[in-house]
């Protein structure tokens, strides 16, 4: 079936670290993958989305990996800030609309 | 450009009634999600509307349902609320074909 999970429920980083967060997904057929991010009272806000035929994207401060071999996804955001404190969503795009989400991480970062 | 609109923010209702909540895309976004996320089950995928059709749908009951307008705004409808119902129930619109969804603040519902 669907499901996209995410390793560690929580993960603590100094300010000024770079963070990893990983994510396991079964469905093989997804196109996009997309990490998403959710700070408290607010919707998840989009970050970056990679393609099903690339290994690697960077953003601004972010860098997201896929191996499509073992069905795992990370995200590494570089010098983590105090901004980034938030619940980490991986998600698959399954088309016309519907994205599967993982269970999330909560990044606290430390000053 | 205005982000994506969710009308209420919050809601308190008692069981066995029923609730409307609505959305606002991004201009120009035709595609329009509704997601439930609860702290135990997380964000689960609720049904999709694109040009007035629904195209997808999740694993929830007939209680459930939605529409969307030709302006793209969309409503949701849960009818018979029951106490497992309380949620946020988050909104996210898309250009065709793109797989970037950008979400709304939510709707937090609460059912007692």
């Known amino acids: 079936g669907e499901s996209v999970g995410l390793h560690l429920p929580t993960l603590s980083v100094q300010e000024g670290d770079n963070s990893i967060i990983n994510c396991a997904y079964s469905?093989?057929?997804?196109?996009?993958f997309i990490w998403y991010k959710q700070e408290s009272g607010k919707g998840p806000q989009f970050i970056i989305d990679?393609?099903?035929?690339?290994d690697k994207r960077q953003g601004q401060r972010v860098t997201v990996l896929l191996n499509k071999t073992v069905k795992h996804l990370s995200l590494q955001i570089a010098a983590t800030q105090p901004g980034d404190s938030a619940v980490y969503f991986c998600?698959?795009?399954?088309?016309?609309?519907?994205?599967?989400f993982g269970d999330g991480t909560t990044l606290t970062v430390k000053p | 450009k205005a982000g994506v609109t969710q009308t209420p923010r919050y809601l308190i209702k008692t069981r066995g009634q029923q609730v409307t909540l609505s959305c606002s895309p991004i201009s120009g976004h035709r595609s329009v999600s509704w997601y439930q996320q609860t702290p135990g089950q997380g964000l689960q995928f609720l049904f999709e509307?694109?040009?007035?059709?629904?195209?997808n749908k999740g694993n929830f009951p007939g209680r459930f349902s939605g529409r969307q307008f030709s302006n793209s705004r969309s409503e949701m409808n849960v009818s018979t609320l029951e106490l497992g119902d309380s949620a946020l129930y988050l909104c996210a619109s898309s250009l065709a074909g793109q797989p970037q969804q950008y979400f709304g603040p939510g709707t937090r519902l609460t059912v007692t």
């Open positions: 998600a698959e795009n399954m088309g016309a609309g519907k994205s599967t």
């Open positions: 469905n093989s057929a997804s196109d996009y």
């Open positions: 990679i393609r099903s035929n690339m």
């Open positions: 509307y694109f040009s007035e059709t629904q195209r």
